[in-house]
């Protein structure tokens, strides 16, 4: 949520996520996001989870 707006590197959540010395299938964060999608979908969110190809995910509000 803090970097609502900016585009939030793949390596940078992998990091977050699990450390540096951790192995990760190379689905997890797909996964991870896949089901954050459907949770806030659930939940009424006014948020969305884009995905930049290459890059990792971005953060946006919903338009009214």
């Given at each position: ?12 959540i992998?990091?977050?996520?699990y ?16 089901h ?29």
């Open positions: 949520m803090r970097r609502l707006g900016r585009v939030v590197p793949k390596a940078v992998e990091e977050k996520l450390g540096i010395d951790d192995e990760l299938e190379s689905n997890a964060i797909p996964v991870h996001v896949h954050l999608r459907r949770g806030l979908a659930d939940a009424g969110g006014t948020v969305q989870i884009h995905t930049v190809r290459g890059v990792g995910y971005l953060l946006t509000e919903l338009k009214a």
